[in-house]
């Protein structure tokens, strides 16, 4: 692999001028430019982005901590975040806690150095006061944890008005509603369960909150969650959860012979691409992905560039997209 006093021997210059074409720290006529990159051409040479990240005090990679890269939330949402960073000059570093506190904070504590200019948590698993002396640029995502860290959130209120309202016009009367374990932080996606919860009580629906480890099971586990549910709960002619749980749920109804939407209706939260995997065509509360991601760009990249600047939280529309299980 070439190096770059390898260029500077082919080019006829000096290593420090290699260096100054490659960080434009100072001016380089441009008869010594073309040479240069000839040279670096010729020897296809590719420059060590680390060692000039730490020159410069920036490496244009932002960092994005995700629960699990598996979950199709997370990895839809990566994959616009990655899409928009390039877009802008930037590169995406995902890594992925498993649910691990330790990976977390192992992670954070490598994000410390020049490694990344910023980092984007959808995990928040340590005290708030780690991540509110974190030194880096951080955005949350779907979590307030201080005043001084903005974060980006869809509407889960106008997430929660919207299923209650489908479920009123499927007249059900009795409604289930899968979340995750509440913790003492304000996770601001609970605020769907609650507006649900508020609107169908007012309409005289009984409603029970199923809490669930959200890395508790994969597609079969909640497969055998729902069909264990539905048999304990016959009554249940309404079901909001996560795509694949709704998956799920869509699979076991079909297998108890209850009829779909007529028996059981399913709300399906999110609208992700695992939607579309198998033919059912789910009605579903559906976070715009692309203006979220974009979102959390703009965000990030405007506290690494203009830092002190007082950034307000974002809210994202959600819609609902009617399929054919309500």
């Known amino acids: 692999m070439a190096s770059i006093r390898d260029v500077a021997k082919?080019?006829?210059?000096?290593?420090?001028?290699?260096?100054?074409?490659?960080?434009?720290?100072?001016?380089?006529?441009?008869?010594?430019?073309?040479?240069?990159?000839?040279?670096?051409?010729?020897?296809?040479?590719i420059p060590n982005e680390l060692a000039?990240?730490?020159?410069?005090?920036?490496?244009?990679?932002?960092?994005?901590?995700?629960?699990?890269?598996?979950?199709?939330?997370?990895?839809?949402?990566?994959?616009?975040?990655e899409k928009e960073l390039y877009?802008?000059?930037?590169?995406?570093?995902?890594?992925?806690?498993?649910?691990s506190i330790e990976r977390e904070q192992e992670y954070l504590n490598t994000f410390r150095t020049n490694l990344v200019d910023g980092?984007?948590?959808?995990?928040?698993?340590?005290?708030?006061t780690v991540y509110e002396h974190f030194t880096k640029p951080m955005v949350m995502?779907?979590?307030?944890?201080?005043?001084?860290?903005?974060?980006?959130?869809?509407d889960h209120r106008m997430g929660g008005q919207l299923a209650a309202e489908e479920f009123i016009n499927n007249n059900c009367r009795h409604v289930l509603h899968l979340c995750a374990e509440k913790e003492?932080?304000?996770?601001?996606?609970?605020?769907?369960h609650e507006t649900l919860e508020q609107i169908l009580t007012e309409h005289g629906i009984q409603t029970r909150g199923q809490e669930i480890r959200w890395n508790s099971f994969d597609l079969d586990g909640y497969r055998e969650l729902a069909e264990l549910i539905l048999?304990?709960?016959?009554?249940?002619?309404?079901?909001?959860?996560?795509?694949?749980?709704?998956?799920a749920f869509y699979e076991a109804g079909k297998k108890l012979g209850k009829r779909i939407p007529d028996d059981l209706c399913i709300i399906a939260y999110d609208g992700t691409y695992i939607l579309n995997v198998i033919?059912?065509?789910?009605?579903?509360?559906?976070?715009?992905?692309?203006?979220?991601?974009?979102?959390?760009?703009?965000?990030?990249?405007?506290?690494?560039?203009?830092?002190?600047?007082?950034?307000?939280?974002t809210y994202i529309p959600v819609s609902l997209k009617k399929g054919k299980t309500s």
């Open 10 to 45: 082919k080019a006829g210059v000096a290593a420090c001028t290699v260096s100054r074409v490659l960080n434009g720290t100072a001016a380089v006529s441009q008869e010594t430019r073309i040479k240069i990159e000839k040279a670096m051409k010729e020897l296809d040479y």
């Open 52 to 81: 000039r990240g730490m020159f410069r005090q920036k490496s244009g990679i932002i960092a994005m901590l995700v629960p699990s890269i598996k979950h199709p939330f997370f990895s839809s949402l990566a994959d616009y975040i």
């Open 87 to 99: 877009i802008k000059g930037y590169k995406l570093m995902l890594c992925s806690t498993s649910g």
């Open 119 to 128: 980092i984007v948590m959808a995990v928040n698993s340590l005290p708030e």
């Open 141 to 154: 995502l779907d979590c307030h944890i201080s005043k001084n860290i903005p974060f980006v959130v869809s």
């Open 184 to 192: 003492e932080k304000e996770i601001l996606s609970y605020k769907g």
């Open 231 to 247: 048999k304990n709960y016959p009554d249940i002619d309404g079901i909001m959860a996560a795509d694949m749980a709704a998956l």
């Open 279 to 313: 033919d059912t065509n789910l009605t579903a509360v559906v976070q715009n992905l692309k203006l979220y991601s974009k979102e959390v760009v703009a965000m990030i990249l405007e506290l690494i560039e203009n830092p002190g600047n007082h950034i307000e939280n």
